[in-house]
């Protein structure tokens, strides 16, 4: 395999252990990540679509979902009625820090085959690519993401 298999195969391993997380909460990988990117402030729905990939389409219908659960909810920008901003519930916010805990914990399993260099040069590389990665929305330098990928809405 070349360097871009092995890329390609990590991004399973990782993929397949944030949604075996997220099940443990009852929630598809796009709403955990959906919940985790709005956990801390509410986000303008047009900075979050960009920031996660997503059409504006996909992403209110991840939202849509979301919301029937009352783990999220849209509100009216008080300083421009035409933006919509998309925030956790009190029910979300709770499960949201759970599931990043979660994530925080348990997602570095996948390097736990690794001797202590290896893990300790893993996660300098990891932390190296993430941050000169553009995950920030257009107008936040907030993280968008736990400690797992962004995976798009199904």
Do not use: H
């Not at 925030?87 to 925080?104: H, R």
């Not at 202590?116 to 553009?134: K, L, P, W």
């Amino acid at each position: 395999m070349d360097y871009g298999d092995k890329l390609f195969w990590l991004s399973v391993v990782i993929q397949r252990k944030y949604a075996q997380i997220c099940a443990g909460f009852d929630l598809t990988p796009s709403q955990a990540t959906l919940l985790c990117a709005v956990r801390d402030e509410p986000r303008q729905m047009a900075d979050l679509a960009a920031s996660l990939g997503m059409t504006k389409n996909a992403l209110s219908q991840l939202v849509d979902r979301t919301a029937r659960r009352e783990l999220v909810g849209r509100a009216g920008s008080a300083q421009d009625r035409r933006v919509v901003m998309l925030s956790v519930t009190p029910t979300g916010k709770v499960l949201a820090e759970a599931v990043y805990a979660e994530v925080a914990k348990r997602l570095p399993e996948i390097a736990g085959s690794l001797d202590a260099d290896d893990q300790r040069d893993f996660e300098r590389v990891a932390t190296a690519i993430v941050d000169t990665s553009d995950l920030s929305s257009p107008t936040s330098n907030q993280p968008i993401t736990p400690a797992g990928p962004a995976t798009p809405a199904p």
